[in-house]
């Protein structure tokens, strides 16, 4: 941290601190980074002397936090139009299906102190990595349907292709979104070295349980280096449970030492333990945890890699059409109150059948919930002009 006056301020400057009481500025938070002119304008007219910042020669991390600003900045202006070709829908489904048993089976294989198959999980990662580089969304989208029992494996592969995901976003390498993947998909393999009864206790744990549940990061850790992973590669399985406020475990590290892909691995494996159902609660709606999740940012979780995941669980602007998770379409109506829930209409059967259209509530809480799986290519699907009267009414108020 460096004291200095307010004139000497310059644009990519980390403000930590305000010398000035919270009361005495115009500005709602006293760290932030300076994206603009604008705001060493105000910082100057506010009649601050003087700013606590982060040494410039630390640099690289405020680079990095930079890259991610651009990429969301980019990315509310000009939303990236990829579709679900439904086409493609079955085989990745398929293809989702398979990856589940191939990570149960290495993960099983662990627990049964048989020898660990890496070079199964790179060609699984290799190939997940390449349809998210080719289509990104479509993974991910399968992923949210979440209609497989077992959830460690099914949490494993969540975590990678979501990660995969928002290392695409970011405009990583491909070389590095596989590391991303690998790491994700292995994240908690330390879990087959915990005994089935503490993993799958349906009731809170004891605090001895809970240190044994919490040993899962470094025996994982431990485990992969023996069998030749190098330490970039077991950056999102040792750092995921750390929190940016430094009281994760197991090396309590803090926000500005935990690698870009420790803070991706935090935030995809909190988001995907609280929306997927388990034996002993229901999962989350995702409107729900994306608000308990903000709250949780600087805190826990890093607030830009939160942002940028955000910006990619799927918020569709009215007149989108959508599949949903039950294989009707239907197209987005009002998105004001739960932008992630909105209220859509439905007008195609599962079967692809036309049907009279159905304004559909996606907040409304249902013993079986309908959720978008994503947006459908709009050019071969001929929507009657009556769901279109509906959608114009609906945003008239
Ligand atoms: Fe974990």
Redesign the pocket.
């Given at each position: 941290m460096k004291k200095i006056p307010v004139k000497d301020i310059k644009i990519g400057d980390k403000v930590l601190k305000l010398d000035a009481g919270w009361l005495d500025t115009p500005f709602l938070k006293h760290n932030f980074v300076v994206k603009d002119q604008k705001t060493i304008d105000k910082l100057i007219k506010s009649g601050v002397e003087y700013v606590y910042i982060e040494k410039r020669n630390e640099t690289e991390k405020i680079k990095e936090n930079e890259i991610i600003e651009q990429v969301i900045e980019a990315k509310k202006e000009n939303l990236p139009k990829e579709y679900l070709e439904l086409k493609d829908l079955k085989p990745s489904f398929e293809l989702y299906k398979k990856s589940v048993e191939i990570v149960k089976n290495v993960m099983e294989d662990v627990r049964a102190g048989k020898m660990f198959d890496s070079s199964a999980v790179k060609i699984l990662a290799d190939k997940i990595a390449d349809i998210t580089v080719a289509n990104k969304s479509l993974l991910t989208n399968i992923a949210k349907l979440k209609t497989y029992d077992d959830y460690t494996f099914q949490h494993s592969l969540n975590v990678a292709t979501f990660a995969s995901s928002l290392g695409k976003l970011l405009n990583l390498p491909v070389s590095e979104i596989k590391v991303l993947v690998n790491s994700g998909i292995l994240?908690?393999i330390g879990k087959m070295l915990v005994p089935k009864e503490i993993l799958n206790k349906p009731a809170k744990l004891t605090d001895e349980e809970f240190a044994i549940m919490k040993n899962?990061?470094t025996a994982g850790y431990e485990y992969l280096k023996k069998s030749g992973f190098t330490e970039d590669e077991l950056k999102i399985v040792v750092e995921?449970?750390e929190r940016a406020d430094g009281s994760g475990y197991p090396r309590g590290l803090k926000d500005e030492d935990i690698s870009i892909a420790g803070k991706i691995g935090a935030v995809v494996?909190i988001y995907d333990a609280i929306t997927s159902d388990r034996v002993y609660h229901k999962g989350m709606y995702p409107s729900k945890a994306i608000k308990l999740m903000f709250s949780w940012t600087d805190k826990h979780i890093n607030k830009k890699v939160f942002e940028f995941f955000v910006s990619n669980v799927g918020i569709y602007p009215a007149g989108t059409i959508v599949l949903l998770s039950t294989n009707e379409l239907a197209i987005v109506g009002d998105v004001s109150k739960k932008p992630l829930e909105p209220v859509v209409v439905i007008f195609k059967s599962h079967t692809g059948q036309d049907i009279a259209p159905i304004t559909y509530d996606l907040s409304k809480p249902t013993v079986l919930k309908k959720k978008i799986v994503g947006p459908v290519n709009p050019e071969n699907i001929k929507i009657p002009d009556e769901v279109y009267t509906i959608i114009e009414k609906m945003n008239e108020g």
């Open positions: 994240h908690d899962h990061v995921h449970h494996d």
